[in-house]
C-alpha cells in the first residue's frame, strides 16, 4: 500500500500534464462581448449566457462568436461546476479573407476547458471547396461520454473591395 501512495502523485502529476497539453488552439484568449443572468442565486454568482468574440488564428477577414452558459452558485464561484454543452456558435466575414497557410479538414481553431477534468469545448474549422465556403463547428466532448450537442456556422468567401477571392481549397493539406 505504501508504495501505491507513494506513486500515486506522479501519476496525478502525469494527468495533469497530460490534460493541460492543449496545443496551440487555445493561443488566443476570447474577447468577452457581454454576459446576461439567466438564474438569480442568493449571495453567490448567477446563472449566466457569456457571449465572446474570436478571430480565426489561420483566416484572416473571419471572426466567429459564441454564446455559452455559465454556471454561477457555490460550484461556480469556486470553479469547479462543470459547465453545460449548450454552445451557439455565428461566423462572419468581416474583411477581406486571406489565408496564413495550409490547414486540415477538422484543424482546431479554439478549446476551451469546460469542467476541471476531461471536458472541454472546440471550435474546428473546415472547407467545403465545392461552395468556396468556411465552415465552422462547436461542440464540447468529454474523454468519458462524447455529447451530441453542436452548432454549424459557415462563412462564404465573398469579395471585399477590390481584394481577390481565394479559393479556400486551394488550402487545404
Not at 443572468?37 to 453567490?44: G, I, P, Y
Not at 488564428?57 to 454543452?85: I, L
Amino acid at each position: 500500500m505504501i508504495r501505491f501512495v507513494s506513486r500515486l502523485p506522479h501519476a496525478a502529476a502525469l494527468l495533469i500534464a497530460l490534460l493541460g497539453a492543449a496545443g496551440p488552439a487555445k493561443a488566443q484568449e476570447p474577447d468577452l462581448i457581454f454576459k446576461k443572468s439567466t438564474v438569480w442565486k442568493f449571495l453567490t454568482p448567477d446563472d449566466k449566457l457569456a457571449v465572446y468574440g474570436i478571430d480565426d488564428p489561420v483566416v484572416q477577414g473571419v471572426a466567429c462568436h459564441y454564446t455559452q452558459p455559465e454556471k454561477g452558485g457555490v460550484s461556480g464561484m469556486f470553479g469547479v461546476a462543470e459547465q453545460v454543452s449548450d454552445i451557439s456558435l455565428a461566423c462572419r466575414q468581416i474583411g477581406p479573407i486571406s489565408f496564413k497557410g495550409k490547414f486540415e479538414q477538422g484543424d482546431v481553431v479554439f478549446r476551451e476547458s469546460r469542467s476541471i477534468f476531461f471536458k472541454r469545448m472546440q471550435i474546428v474549422r473546415g472547407c467545403d471547396a465545392k461552395r468556396n465556403v468556411l465552415v465552422y463547428l462547436v461542440y464540447s466532448d468529454k474523454l468519458v461520454d462524447g455529447s451530441p450537442k453542436n452548432s454549424t456556422s459557415s462563412v462564404p468567401i465573398m469579395p471585399w473591395g477590390n481584394s481577390e477571392v481565394p479559393r479556400c481549397g486551394d488550402f487545404l493539406k
